[in-house]
Structures are given as structure tokens and as C-alpha cells.
């Protein structure tokens, strides 16, 4: 099966720095590489998501690469901000985006 | 409804107590999958219905835990004789089907004491 590798498990900046968070894959089969965030108490939410088809993506502060000959993808938080201070899940479903091996998270600290 | 729905959000169980738990899906979506999240983890899948039909339920730890979806919209989860072992947050998701976004439920955390 899928084996998801995330790090690092904690990462603390100070606001305004960036933030990035990288995931090992093993399956050659995975093409959908989506990005979750959870904060306390509450549901895992997708913010990004990448498709095996392109090598980046950005939304805002937000972006994803994907290097499928090397089998990893990273999360780039730029600007980074208290309120993006939770953890992040990387994930790589081979055929239903349900179905996914999850990180183990990485626990982002944003200092004011 | 707006988003998935689970209930209960908190349920105490003393061990060997039967628990259910309930996932009420966003209307429409094809496949439905459980997942457990021990804490400090990444959720772990246990179980997977396109419609009504269980089509893996590799994930599930023991032949305790049992799911359902017999309308292919809501659905149960089922752990017999609750162990301290079980004590997690259960998650459900929802997905249009295929490479398509999963929307999570807030989960319920179950605690065996």
C-alpha cells in the first residue's frame, strides 16, 4: 500500500516568515496530492490540492509543488500568520481522494 | 445539509459498552469513508461505501467494528465491546466520488474508560 512520509512534525516561525512542509511518497500510482488543515478540536479542511498533470499550484499565500520523479510534494506558506497556526496533513490517495494515507501532521507554530 | 454531520460529537463508553456512531453525509456525494485519529496522528482509514455498498473494509482494526450505509446516505459505525484501545476521534468524509475533494465531519472523539 501507500506510505506517506511528512516533515518536519513541528515547525515554529515568526509571523511574516514563510513555512514549508514536505511529503515522501512510495506508490508511483498516486496522482492526486491534496493538503489538509486541522486546527484544535476541529475537522481536517483541505486548503490546497495538486494533480499528478502539473508541477504547481498557488492560491493567495498558498502553494503547492509536486516533483513526481522524486516521489514528493511540499506545502510553501508565505507571509505566514498567527491564524495559519495548526496542523497539516499532507495526504496521497492512489484512485478516490477518500481513501487516503494521511501524514502524521506537522504542527505549525506562527509567533506574533 | 451544508457539510457532513456526525453525531455524537462526545461519547464516554465504559469498556465492553456497544457504541454506534452516526455520519450523515452531504447530499449527493457517492462515497463515504470512515477514518480513526489517535491523537497527535494522522486520521486512519478503516472503511469505504460508494452508495450503499462496502467496498473496503480493509481498515478496520477487528471484527468489533462493523459500518453500515444500507440507503447510501447515512451511515453507522459500530464498535462491539469497546476497548480502551478504541478511544480516538472517529472521522467521517464525503467525496463526490474519484479525485475530488473529501469533506470531513467534526468527528466524534470516543473515549473507553
Known amino acids: 500500500g501507500e506510505n506517506v512520509e511528512q516533515h518536519p512534525s513541528t515547525l515554529s516561525v515568526q509571523e511574516g516568515d514563510s513555512a514549508v512542509i514536505k511529503c515522501t511518497y512510495s506508490?508511483?500510482?498516486?496522482?492526486?496530492f491534496p493538503w489538509y488543515k486541522q486546527e484544535l478540536g476541529k475537522r481536517p479542511q483541505l486548503i490546497i490540492d495538486?494533480?499528478?498533470?502539473?508541477g504547481e499550484k498557488k492560491d493567495q499565500r498558498i502553494a503547492v509543488t509536486l516533483n513526481k520523479t522524486a516521489k514528493h510534494f511540499s506545502l510553501h506558506i508565505t507571509e505566514t500568520q498567527p491564524e495559519d497556526s495548526a496542523v497539516y496533513f499532507c495526504?496521497?490517495?492512489?484512485?478516490?481522494?477518500?481513501?487516503?494515507?494521511f501524514g502524521d501532521g506537522t504542527t505549525l507554530t506562527v509567533k506574533p | 445539509g451544508a457539510g457532513v454531520s456526525q453525531s455524537p460529537r462526545y461519547k464516554v463508553a465504559k469498556r465492553g459498552q456497544d457504541v454506534a456512531l452516526r455520519c450523515d453525509p452531504i447530499?449527493?456525494?457517492?462515497?463515504l469513508f470512515w477514518y480513526q485519529q489517535a491523537l497527535g496522528q494522522g486520521p486512519e482509514f478503516l472503511t469505504y461505501?460508494?452508495?450503499?455498498?462496502?467496498?473496503?473494509k480493509s481498515g478496520l482494526p477487528s471484527d468489533r467494528f462493523f459500518a453500515e450505509r444500507p440507503e447510501g446516505s447515512v451511515s453507522t459505525l459500530k464498535i462491539q465491546r469497546t476497548q480502551q484501545e478504541d478511544s480516538a476521534v472517529y472521522l467521517c468524509?464525503?467525496?463526490?466520488?474519484?479525485?475530488?475533494?473529501?469533506?470531513f465531519g467534526q468527528g466524534t472523539r470516543l473515549t473507553v474508560v
Open positions: 461505501f460508494q452508495n450503499e455498498a462496502q467496498l473496503d
Open positions: 495538486i494533480r499528478s498533470n502539473v
Open positions: 447530499s449527493g456525494h457517492v462515497s
Open positions: 495526504a496521497a490517495p492512489i484512485t478516490n481522494a477518500g481513501k487516503s494515507t
Open positions: 468524509a464525503s467525496t463526490i466520488g474519484g479525485l475530488a475533494e473529501a469533506f
Open positions: 506508490d508511483s500510482a498516486s496522482n492526486y
